[in-house]
Structures are given as C-alpha cells and as structure tokens.
C-alpha cells in the first residue's frame, strides 16, 4: 500500500535501514501471513502491549503455525530466567508498540516495561515495531513530552531508532552488531 | 597507559606511532577526516543550529553551575527508585567500592559496556588483579582489550587500527580463519559474545547523563551491548562523573541529538537506555548499583574558570576536528583522554605536574572550539593550562631571563640596537649563513639582517641631498 503522506516518513526510515509497512487494522491478518512467509518465522517473542492485543496479533500468528513466547510470569528462578533469555534469543522475530514515533529520526520510544519486555525487543534478530498514526510526532523532544504528558515517564525505558549498528572498523557500517539487525515498522492507517 | 611525563616524550611517543605505520598511511587520519565531514553534514540540516547549539551551551552550563542542588533531587529520585549509591573520591575509592560490591555477592565476571570514565579509573587491570574478569562489549573496546592496549579516541577506541589489524587479531587470539571484511569480523564478536551476555552475572554501564527530574541514567550506544548488560544480567554497577547531569527530559533530548551529531554524523543513536531504577520481578537487574565518581571533579568546579570543561558531553568532536590528533590519534598524549578535551582536561584532573606537554601538543588552531557541541572555550583554557605549567616551574624558569631580555630590547632604543648591532657581528661568523634550530632549520632558510639598518642608510642618504 502506498500512501504519499508518508514518503518523507519513508525517507528517513530507509536512512536508519528500517522498513515501513502501510496496514489497514482490518488488513492485518493478511500482512502477518506475507511477513510470516517472507521471513519464515516459525517463533515469535510478544508482549501484552494494549495495541498489540487490539490488532489481535497473537492469534493472526498463531494461524500461520508461529510459537509464541509471551513475558516471564514473575515466579521465575534465575535459572529460568537465563532459560527464558535463551529461547529469546533463539526466536526468529520480537514483537512491540510503542509511545510513539519521532518523523525526524525514525526514532520510536518503546515503554516503560520491565526487563523481559525490554529484552523482547532486543535479543530477537528482527524486531517488529506497530504503531497507530496518531502516534507519529514531528521530533524527539515532542516524543518525550508526549511520555511525561501521559503521566508515565516513569520506569526504565528505551528509545530506538534503527536496527543495532557499528562503524567501529575503519569507520565503515556495519548493521546488526548485539541488538537486531532489522527492524520494521507497522504504521496502521 | 603511561604518561609521556615530559614535552620530549611527546615527540618519542608520535615518532613511534608514525614508524609503526612504516610512512604508510594512518588511520587516524582517514577516520577522522571522515568524521568531521560527516559531522558538518548532520549539523547543516538544522537550520538554526548555532542559535540551539547556543541555547544548549547556556542550559549546560546552568547544569554545571547548579551541580549540588541537582545532586541533591537526584538522589531523592534515586533512593525512590531503589537505585543504591555509593560516592567515590577518586579512582582508588571507586575501584574499591566496585570490587567490594561483586566480592560480596561472590562474582566473578563483569561485562561492560563502554565507559571512558572505566578507563579513568583503571578498573579493569585492578579487577584482574582481584580475581574478577571484566569483559569488554563494544566492539571497539573488545578489539583493544584483546590486543592489550587503551582506547585511542573517545567514541571510536579502534581509531588507530586498519581491518586489517583487527582480522590478523582475530585469527591469532580467537582462532579463526583470516578475514578482514568489517561485516564478518562484527558477525564474529556478535556469536563469541552473545552466550557471554545471556549468563553474565553482572553488567557495568557508562552514563552518558543522569536526568535530575526523574533519575533516570542515561546511556547512549548504537550497539545493543549497552541494552545487553542494563537488561540482563541480575546486577548492574552504573559508572557515572560528578558532573554528568542535566536538568529535565527536554534537555536531555537536545543534547542526546547534537551528541548524536557531533560525535558520528546520526541523527539520532540506535539506542537511548533510560534506566530508572532495579526492576521487581525476577527478570533484569534486582539491584541496581550507582557509582558516582569526583575523581578532581569538585575541584574543577570550584574553579569558574576551569568549571566550563565540565560542560563536556564526551562526543570528540574536537579530536576529529583537531588537525594534531588528525597526524597523531590518541596515545602519544597518554592519559584517558586525548585531544583537545584531554590536553585540557588531563592537567586540571592530574596537576599540571602530571600531564606537563598536553597544553603544548596544539597549534591553536582554533577547530576545536569551533566544533565543540557545549562551546567549550578550549583554545582559552589550553593557554591558560601552558600559563599554569609555566608558573609551577618553580623560582628557577630559564624562560624567565631571555624573557626578560626580549623585553629590554624591545622597550629600549639603547638595547633594540646594541643588540641588533651584536647580531649582525654574530651572523657574519655563522657558517652559511643558516643558524640552526632545531626542527625549524629543516625546511627554512634562516632570515639574515641586512649589514647596514635602513635608519643608518637614510641619515647618509639625507647628508648626501643636503
């Protein structure tokens, strides 16, 4: 789907290596299955974010034979825990909202969640990113604003813009060095 | 890392950077040129980039001015959030208190993300030492850790090193098949680190900022290494300098974009972290412990004059920019940090006893200044740093006495020409004409004064007329 409103949006995302995908709400269990064949997910990490259960995600990945593994329950042992952090790091794509997204950068500002959301976005190769339009925000400094607005910049939280990056070998860029190597972003229009 | 202690170790140091590369060309050079480029570039798409660059410096130095009192809501912040704190005087302290801190709960390996202020301290050698491995996560950091050696630049510790450095590096010490492609190498480090990270027992982060409104710690990274060890492992010791506060959120995002900027040419890095405190369940950090370290700080900030450094958000943007460190990279000037902000940074930390060359390794240019983020006045502050050298020299300066003549001769008709007169006798006796200075004499020939002065050729000139 090609909307021209968002060229520019478009632009600056391609400069940070990050896909934008254009979905109609009711379109999305269409997209999850070309995203599932196209990136031959067979396990995804996903979080109990308010978006995410509105577009029904869980079940549209479900049908496509996708695993789910959701965040720790909160009785875990450590031990469990290293468990858990490894089938994350084995799953083939992680699953977020976000606050929103800065138009400038192509930065997005994931929650306040607790570790094991944050690690969701982290350990996965891919990282999956869904966001309403109204969320979109001219820069960074409106992003934040609209954090602390909403009453809740409180809780640990990161901003991301990009899939993981490098240049630290004579200077030359490297994508996908600790965090994900790819990132897509879901705008629903 | 030894510190050259004397302006002629300066000069062994840079001639042995330079014979390492044989003549041939040096990294530092390419790198740094590319980075400002690209610097320049990033910082031309605001168009009113000096007024916000200027409303950044001022909000800055309000910081570093206002330093004890935004202390103080810190830690009200930081003891709501569980945040547990620990001050250190200076680097003894904060090794101690971090060494203590991992005895006590019996571990044994720390992963780190990077942290210049780590180096400061000389943490890593003296966790060695007591039994505790720290494990370097940056790649750059992770390069230099393997081939026993400091960071050389600020933000890119792998400044001084060619692909092919670090591909030899890694088929000697990880045993791997040679391959100097910068995409396979980082795919490397990627897997070796990746199992290290998912069962550290504790992490060790930088931060960049500390937000007085909220406390959250700030670090910035582009690698994911930094998400790695603040996420993760069940302990995290944050490292943070005195005077590495800002006031709100809104500050913070303005200087997280012009150090973005400044310091590689993004708009934004990949990751801004915002750890605001231990998380309850039992995933991530339970504790989480903050170093705050002085280290010389609140003796800097004492100072009005001196206090301006302490505006430094750490981008190195004028070691790019610097057109010495541009020739050098960053270990001959010894110390952590090098550059303009080391030259002047090192001898008001150290004493000007300790780091006597620093304020000298510079031409003044002027680029620096020009390129600093927080508009630090570093060409200023260098000359006030050779001043301070100069006086702690002592009652006997042999500068003090040809200064002194220099001054009698320039103020004095009487001694202008007895000793002009002395030189023209002096310079008929050099041989060749070419006084030889050190250095100077190699490409220059020595500028002669003529045999007769023109004021003695113009009174005869004037007798003959008349």
Sequence with gaps: MNDKRFDSLRRVLEEIDTELVLVQADAMQGIVRTQVERGSISTAAIGNDELLKDLELSSHLLENGVGLIGPLKGDETRQDVEEWHQALAGADVGITSCVGVASETGSALLPPHTPDERAMSLLPPVHWLFLREEQLVPDIGSLLKTWQDAGNSSGSAVMVTGPSRTADIEKELVLGVHGPQAVTLFLII | ?466
């Excluded at chain 2, 060890?229 to 959120?249: C, F, H, K």
């Excluded at chain 2, 508009?375 to 740093?385: A, H, Q, R, T, V």
């Excluded at chain 2, 009652?395 to 001769?409: N, Q, T, Y």
């Design chain 2, 1 to 466: 890392m030894s510190h050259p202690s004397h302006p002629r170790d300066l000069k062994k140091q840079v001639n042995r950077s330079l014979k390492a590369r044989d003549g041939g060309p040096l990294p530092f050079k390419k790198n740094t040129i590319k980075a400002t480029r690209t610097r320049d570039l990033r910082a031309a798409e605001w168009p009113d980039f000096e007024e916000r660059r200027d409303r950044i410096t001022e909000r800055r130095q309000q910081a570093v001015d206002g330093l004890k009192e935004l202390h103080e809501s810190l830690r009200k912040q930081w003891s709501k959030h569980g945040i547990t704190i620990h001050d250190a005087a200076d680097a003894a302290d904060a090794r101690a208190i971090i060494t203590s801190i991992l005895h006590q709960r019996g571990i044994s390996e720390i992963l780190k993300s990077k942290s210049m202020l780590s180096e400061e301290i000389e943490i890593n050698n003296h966790l060695v030492t007591e039994g505790i491995e720290p494990l370097e996560t940056d790649l750059g950091e992770y390069i230099v850790q393997l081939r026993n050696e400091a960071p050389s630049h600020i933000t890119m510790p792998g400044m001084h090193l060619f692909r092919q450095d670090v591909g030899q590096l890694f088929a000697d010490k990880l045993g791997i098949p040679y391959t100097e492609d910068p995409s396979e190498l980082t795919k490397i480090a990627r897997k070796v680190l990746r199992q290290r990270f998912l069962h550290a027992p504790a992490g060790m982060i930088g931060v960049n900022f500390a937000v007085a409104e909220t406390g959250h710690l700030v670090t910035v990274t582009n690698e994911g290494n930094g998400r790695m060890v603040n996420t993760l492992p069940p302990v995290v010791i944050a490292l943070m300098g005195w005077e590495r506060v800002t006031q709100s959120m809104a500050d913070l995002g303005e200087l997280w974009q012009i150090l973005a900027r400044s310091a590689t040419g993004q708009r934004a890095t990949s990751y801004l972290s915002l750890l605001q405190g231990p998380s309850q369940g039992p995933g991530g950090p339970g504790e989480v412990h903050l170093v705050i370290v002085d280290n010389g700080r609140k003796a800097i900030h004492e100072d009005p004059e001196a206090r301006e450094v302490l505006r430094c958000i750490r981008c190195g943007a004028c070691l790019n920019a610097c057109p010495v460190y541009q020739q050098v990279g960053g270990h001959p000037y010894g110390g952590t940090y090098p550059g303009p902000i080391g030259s002047v940074l090192t001898p008001l930390l150290n004493g000007p006893k300790e780091a006597p060359h620093h304020p000298f390794a510079s031409s003044l240019c002027g680029a620096c200044e020009e390129v600093c983020p927080v508009k630090i006045p570093l060409p200023k502050m260098l000359l006030e740093g050779r001043k301070q050298r100069v006086d702690s020299r002592g009652s006997f300066d042999p500068e003090k006495p040809i200064w002194a003549m220099f001054r009698w001769m320039m103020t004095s008709r009487y001694g202008y020409e007895a000793t002009t007169k002395l030189a023209r006798l002096g310079q008929s006796l050099i041989p060749g004409h070419q006084v030889p200075l050190p250095g100077w004499s190699d490409h220059r020939d020595s500028p002669m004064l003529a045999p007769k002065p023109f004021r003695d050729l113009f009174d005869s000139w004037d007798k003959e007329k008349a």
